[in-house]
């Protein structure tokens, strides 16, 4: 069936309205898109020969491994804003796909959204990370674990602070519900953008002072220069 839906209704991008084989985004667009190459397996950030960078040597991240789609730039940035502000959710669906591609999800048990303050999904009407990370079990058929972390502190936007700033922001802002991780030893977390890490730094140091999680990843669908 799935196979005659696509025959009768074949996809078209999103974005150019041409067709677009098995994904909804065209993939002539999407192999414009550069992605992180040389960089550190644990930060993601620029590393010759991908070695673990200086800084991840020196202060050793809370999280273990980080995984990324793409750059954030051009058309992919253009997803990422319709899904979160203009209420296109059927992009999840798109750049969940999109993340699975990119990402090895062999070490994973489960995959665990960045949360959104109460007062912020209320406004939103959802939270971004969540039905991107939603997809993503569905797909990889694993268990998102959906009641692991509450937001506690509604925290003002980080879009225009630096990394040091971004973390005292952050401190506090996160409640482990211990219980929600007692099944699993390795886990994901999953958000849209990643811009310094410090949002998933605080999330997997949480994380792993209050449960006996061994690993944990972070996965973004994209991540700023």
Not at 30 to 49: A, G, H, L, M, R
Not at 104 to 121: G, S, W
Not at 138 to 167: C, F, K, M, N, Y
Not at 192 to 214: F, H, P
Request: proline content about 4%.
């Amino acid at each position: 069936m799935h196979w005659l839906e696509r025959w009768l209704l074949p996809s078209k991008c999103v974005l150019t309205g041409e067709g677009s084989g098995l994904l909804d985004i065209s993939e002539y667009l999407v192999d414009t898109w550069s992605k992180p190459e040389e960089v550190c397996p644990q930060c993601c950030e620029p590393s010759p020969s991908s070695q673990v960078c200086g800084a991840c040597l020196t202060q050793t991240p809370s999280f273990d491994r980080t995984q990324v789609g793409f750059y954030f730039e051009e058309e992919l940035a253009g997803l990422v804003h319709g899904l979160k502000y203009q209420n296109r959710l059927a992009y999840s669906r798109i750049l969940a796909e999109l993340l699975v591609k990119s990402v090895d999800a062999e070490a994973v048990d489960a995959v665990v959204a960045v949360p959104l303050h109460l007062n912020r999904r209320r406004s939103r009407g959802y939270n971004q990370a969540e039905l991107i990370a939603q997809e993503m079990a569905r797909i990889l058929q694993i268990p998102l674990i959906r009641d692991g972390i509450e937001r506690v502190v509604d925290t003002p936007s980080q879009t225009h602070l630096d990394a040091d700033e971004r973390r005292r922001n952050l401190k506090g802002a996160f409640k482990v519900v211990p219980e929600a991780f007692s099944a699993v030893n390795r886990i994901a977390l999953v958000d849209d953008v990643i811009t310094t890490g410090a949002t998933m730094q605080q999330l997997a140091s949480e994380i792993k002072s209050r449960t006996d999680i061994e690993w944990i990843e972070a996965w973004a669908v994209a991540k700023t220069k």
